[in-house]
């Protein structure tokens, strides 16, 4: 028998769960059902989120042809079939699964049939298509992105479940109780998928008393032990996570910042999580706390030692750290700026005084080239022109007023602008 997930996909577009911004009333998917008008699409998102049931859904309310097949596993020969089945019947939806690893000699061998509508292609992959899927089939499509479902999503697929008499719980008497729907719910992550297979697992393992079941809680707690967490480090959740992480620590909130440092500690990626808290500790605090770079690395080495679980110790604090630490981002904006000019082609040529003494013109020139050396003088600094003639008057740090420790040297940077000028 089919897996509970399987057997419990829509066979309308009415009856798809969630994605109610594809599928309901006005989207774009069944508005295209509802007109008879299909065009080739690409359906991208988390796995479970319904990929596979829109497909499905889509042949089954406009009484198309259906077929699938795997971009990796099946062959060319096999996409030939359904193109013959397409020229026979006029219209054949392929759901065509990993899409983004469609090779060269599949991809030229669909174009044609997507070009004149017999094939109507789904493709589905929980990649960006639009880094992962060639262009050529990306402009012969429409992308769609599709979300996690709701807990209210996932509870009623899990209440349909329960009810439906044909493919089905409907027949038992099943009764689950409201703390073990509550985890079904919850530790699915967004994933019907997850949520119904931990259930049929739930039921099929369970032993009947007095002709019924009852899945407790920790018959739940057993059948999904973990969160279905959607971590993909190549995928675009990753990047998400990354992304607000870094976000969060910059924005100074330490409870959303310790969240996401669980997720990607889920995740179990530490090489990343230490790139990204470095490039932190320089990006967005920077000068305001210059020490705080120095003990992020000593944290991120001793978690690299410790490995995981410990790691997290050295991670948290680390973090936490970076989120009440005064900002600045003065460092980057700075050779951001330096290298903007460059790529203008704003360069000049070098002052002939900072030229390099090996240079034979350096050489003859000698003394007279007029190069000042700091170190003689008291303070320590002597004014003289360091920037091309094109540049001289040039200003890329812009220092903020953050901390004290960038205030120092706001005003040792504005010390020194002001001798220039003399």
Do not use: W
């Not at 903007?340 to 005084?353: L, Q």
């Amino acid at each position: 028998m089919e897996p509970l997930a399987y057997r419990m996909r829509p066979k309308s577009i009415d009856e798809v769960i969630g994605q109610h911004h594809l599928v309901g009333p006005g989207g774009i998917i069944r508005r295209m059902v509802d007109a008879r008008r299909l065009s080739s699409m690409i359906l991208y998102g988390p796995p479970g989120t319904g990929k596979t049931s829109i497909a499905r859904a889509i042949a089954g309310s406009t009484s198309a042809k259906f077929r699938q097949l795997n971009a990796v596993t099946d062959s060319k020969k096999d996409m030939q079939l359904v193109a013959e089945e397409a020229k026979m019947s006029g219209q054949v939806i392929l759901l065509l699964d990993e899409i983004h690893r469609l090779d060269k000699a599949k991809q030229d061998f669909l174009l044609p049939h997507l070009e004149n509508g017999r094939i109507v292609l789904i493709g589905a992959t929980t990649s960006n298509p639009y880094h992962a899927i060639n262009p050529a089939i990306r402009s012969r499509t429409q992308i769609f992105e599709l979300q996690p479902l709701s807990e209210d999503d996932i509870r009623t697929a899990l209440t349909r479940a329960l009810t439906d008499k044909e493919n089905g719980f409907g027949n038992q008497s099943v009764t689950v109780e409201d703390s073990a729907m509550d985890h079904f719910v919850q530790a699915a992550g967004g994933d019907v998928r997850a949520s119904l297979n931990a259930l049929e697992l739930a039921i099929l393992s369970s032993t009947e008393q007095d002709g019924s079941l009852i899945i407790t809680r920790q018959d739940a707690e057993d059948c999904l032990q973990k969160s279905s967490f959607n971590f993909d480090k190549d995928g675009d959740m990753h990047y998400d996570i990354m992304s607000a992480f870094q976000k969060s620590i910059r924005g100074s909130d330490v409870d959303a910042a310790l969240h996401y440092l669980a997720r990607l500690i889920n995740g179990g990626d530490l090489p990343t999580i230490a790139r990204r808290l470095l490039v932190i500790s320089f990006e967005d605090i920077g000068l305001a706390s210059p020490q705080a770079a120095s003990r992020t690395l000593t944290a991120i080495e001793a978690a690299e030692r410790l490995g995981f679980p410990e790691a997290r110790i050295p991670l948290s604090q680390a973090v936490i750290e970076l989120c009440l630490s005064p900002k600045s981002n003065s460092a980057i904006t700075s050779i951001d700026s330096a290298l903007a000019d460059i790529r203008k082609g704003k360069i000049g040529d070098i002052p002939k005084h900072l030229k390099d003494g090996h240079y034979q013109g350096a050489k003859e020139l000698g003394n007279s080239i007029g190069y000042q050396y700091p170190h003689d003088d008291p303070s320590g600094y002597v004014s003289q022109q360091y920037l091309p003639d094109n540049l001289k008057n040039k200003k890329y740090y812009q220092p903020k007023n953050t901390s004290k420790s960038e205030a120092q040297f706001k005003q040792i940077y504005e010390t020194i602008s002001r001798q220039k000028k003399k």
